[in-house]
Structure formats: structure tokens, C-alpha cells
T-cell receptor, first 115, second 115 residues
Framework: GAGVSQSPSNKVTEKGKDVELRCDPI?????LYWYRQSLGQGLEFLIY????????KSGLPSDRFSAERTGGSVSTLTIQRTQQEDSAVYLC?????????????FGSGTQLSVL | AQKVTQAQTEISVVEKEDVTLDCVYE???????LFWYKQPPSGELVFLIR??????QNEISGRYSWNFQKSTSSFNFTITASQVVDSAVYFC????????????FGKGTRLSVIA
């Protein structure tokens, strides 16, 4: 597809279960980002990948969160032992490269609800 | 530290009214970029504009205009003759070299345009 694709669009899970969220960036984009959007909190940076460099995990809120990017393309964000406070929209974005002036292209997000 | 403040949480206007969305930013860097993104109900953030710190010229694009004032660290966004399709959440964002976060977002302003 032409844009950033995220799946699933909605995920409902029970507290304590693990979830995986997937992001397929725009072809040719070397930088990939994950953000979290909670009600009234704006967009919170989680992690980004640039090419084959080690990812910047500085925004991950706890060690229950992890992400990987396979083959420099698709990325998976994993949340282990989910908690109710993890409920949010998880947005993925990509850009041609990582840089201060780069425009990000966003997916439609995954709405995660932890019951 | 980087910070973006959008003091208006929600704004409601009647169609054809003009509306200005405020954005105030903080950065220690001299080189930085400011962005506005629109998030319609579909959820996907859409890029509207990018402005670098050395260019203080105001910009107009159709019904949209942006007023960048370094003296007050503001980058305000005005929609002229608003339309129902303008209803969305609007995010202001900052990117600079002073931190690891690729793009720092404000909390967003929800604009409702009533017919």
C-alpha cells in the first residue's frame, strides 16, 4: 500500500495478557517510530528505529514494552502482562530517514483496550 | 528541554467563523523545526506544514495560515472561514537536536466546527 499500515485496528485484551501490534511502513522509509496517544495526553514518544542502527528506546514506559523491526521494514510492538493503564491508541509513523526536519507519515493506529 | 504547549484543549466555532489555534514551544536549540498535523476522526495524523527556525515569514495555504513569532516562541495556526470538514484534533510539534525524541507533540486542540 501507499501509506503506513497498522494492524489490528482494534484490540481488546484482558489484563495480564501479552499483545503484539504490527506496523508496515511506507516502502523505502528507513526511519520508523512508535507513539502512544492517551486520552487528553497528546502523543507520547515510545521508540524509533533508523536503518540498521540500534533503536532509541528512551520513551518506553516500562520493561513490559519492547519493539523490533525485522529486515528494516515491518515492526512489532509487544506489550507483556498488559495493564489497564496501557489502554490507548498506538500510532506508528515512518519517514524517509531520521532527521530534525523530516516529515512523519502516520498510520491510523491500533486502539488497545485492556479490560 | 523540549516542550510544546497547546493551551486550548477544545474549541467550538460556527461554520464560516475564523479560528486560531495557539502553540507555544520551548527549546534551547537555535536550529529547530515546527510542525502542524491534523488528526481527523479516522485517526491518521496528516502533515500540514513544516517551518524552520530561520524562516519567520508567515505562510498562507488556502484557508490556512501560520504565524511564526520567535520573540514569543509561538507558532499559531489560523483557519479562515471554517468548514465542518475542518473538525479534527490539531497537533503542534517541535523537532530539534537537543534531545533524543524525534518529534515532540503538544497535547492537541480539538476543533469542532458546527454547521
Amino acid at each position: 500500500g501507499a501509506g503506513v499500515s497498522q494492524s489490528p485496528s482494534n484490540k481488546v485484551t484482558e489484563k495480564g495478557k501479552d499483545v503484539e501490534l504490527r506496523c508496515d511502513p511506507i516502502s523505502g522509509h528507513t526511519a520508523l517510530y512508535w507513539y502512544r496517544q492517551s486520552l487528553g495526553q497528546g502523543l507520547e514518544f515510545l521508540i524509533y528505529f533508523q536503518g540498521n542502527s540500534a533503536p532509541d528506546k528512551s520513551g518506553l514506559p516500562s520493561d513490559r514494552f519492547s519493539a523490533e523491526r525485522t529486515g528494516g521494514s515491518v515492526s512489532t510492538l509487544t506489550i507483556q502482562r498488559t495493564q489497564q493503564e496501557d489502554s490507548a491508541v498506538y500510532l506508528c509513523a515512518s519517514s524517509f530517514r531520521f532527521g530534525v526536519n523530516e516529515k512523519l507519515f502516520f498510520g491510523s493506529g491500533t486502539q488497545l483496550s485492556v479490560l | 528541554a523540549q516542550k510544546v504547549t497547546q493551551a486550548q484543549t477544545e474549541i467550538s466555532v460556527v461554520e464560516k467563523e475564523d479560528v486560531t489555534l495557539d502553540c507555544v514551544y520551548e527549546t534551547r536549540d537555535t536550529t529547530y523545526y515546527l510542525f502542524w498535523y491534523k488528526q481527523p476522526p479516522s485517526g491518521e495524523l496528516v502533515f500540514l506544514i513544516r517551518r524552520n527556525s530561520f524562516d519567520e515569514q508567515n505562510e498562507i495555504s488556502g484557508r490556512y495560515s501560520w504565524n511564526f513569532q520567535k520573540s514569543t516562541s509561538s507558532f499559531n495556526f489560523t483557519i479562515t472561514a471554517s468548514q465542518v470538514v475542518d473538525s479534527a484534533v490539531y497537533f503542534c510539534a517541535l523537532s530539534d537536536n537537543s534531545g533524543n525524541t524525534p518529534l515532540v507533540f503538544g497535547k492537541g486542540t480539538r476543533l469542532s466546527v458546527i454547521a
